[in-house]
């Protein structure tokens, strides 16, 4: 069996696991002398999120809410819907989306799972290069199999595992689930100042224009390319590495 029916097997595994788990009623959890909420389903906003402003950007359903990058479409030979995930699949034919809004200051939250030797990422602040990948100018909170990667040893891992500043910072620990689990990932914006929060761990923090921040990048793969973390506002944006990723729960307030 190649990688990629077996990525797919274990999607389908996954799936139907999923499937029953979500015909089961949500039940309150029972903890005497403390009054419980139910959580939300997947996909769907709280009342009390809604009064903060939350928005959802993926209902489990439609992708209208994005796009492909240099695209007025939505690449439908890449990514898929099904069972309430967004999925990027392990053809590498998708390409990267972005969100058709442009976001400044914002908070977004989103849950992420990867399976075995995934690689993706959230980009954030992102323009449209004509011939130019979005990653010359968009930062990048990345996605790995971390366990994966770390086991091969042939990459300079550093700045380059699950809620890295991608080739920037180095989070000081590993607070990513194994491959299978669900991890919620928040990117902060707010006046140039960026937070990665993993787990409810912060990973990462800086300031985009900053000597510190200068000076990461210089040392980084963006040195050369000018337009690189410059944007007051832009896309959101998940990455198609050719690896297969799912994503639900995606959400973003603004300030």
């Not at 992420?112 to 995934?118: G, H, L, N, Q, Y």
Request: charged share 25%.
């Amino acid at each position: 069996m190649n990688k990629q029916l077996y990525f797919l097997s274990l999607l389908a595994m996954f799936l139907s696991c999923q499937s029953s788990q979500t015909k089961e009623p949500v039940s309150k959890k029972e903890t005497p002398g403390i009054e419980t909420k139910e959580m939300p389903a997947a996909n769907s906003l709280s009342p009390a999120e809604k009064a903060a402003g939350w928005q959802l950007l993926f209902d489990g359903n439609s992708t209208n809410q994005w796009r492909g990058y240099l695209k007025e479409s939505f690449p439908t030979e890449g990514w898929a819907v099904k069972n309430g995930l967004l999925m990027v699949l392990p053809n590498g034919k998708g390409g990267d989306i972005i969100t058709r809004k442009k976001f400044g200051d914002f908070e977004l939250t989103l849950d992420f799972m990867v399976f075995d030797t995934a690689n993706s990422g959230i980009f954030y602040l992102a323009i449209e290069e004509e011939k130019a990948p979005i990653w010359h100018n968009a930062p990048e909170f990345q996605i790995l199999d971390n366990q994966t990667y770390l086991k091969i040893g042939n990459f300079e891992m550093k700045t380059h595992l699950t809620g890295d500043n991608y080739d920037l910072q180095a989070a000081a620990e590993d607070y990513s689930r194994p491959v299978g689990e669900w991890n919620t990932a928040r990117i902060v914006h707010y006046e140039d100042k960026v937070e990665h929060w993993l787990n409810g761990h912060k990973t990462v923090e800086y300031k985009i224009g900053s000597p510190e921040w200068e000076a990461m990048v210089k040392k980084s793969k963006f040195a050369g390319y000018p337009n690189y973390g410059r944007a007051k506002k832009g896309y959101i944006g998940l990455q198609d590495h050719g690896h297969l990723v799912t994503f639900r729960n995606i959400k973003i307030r603004q300030h």
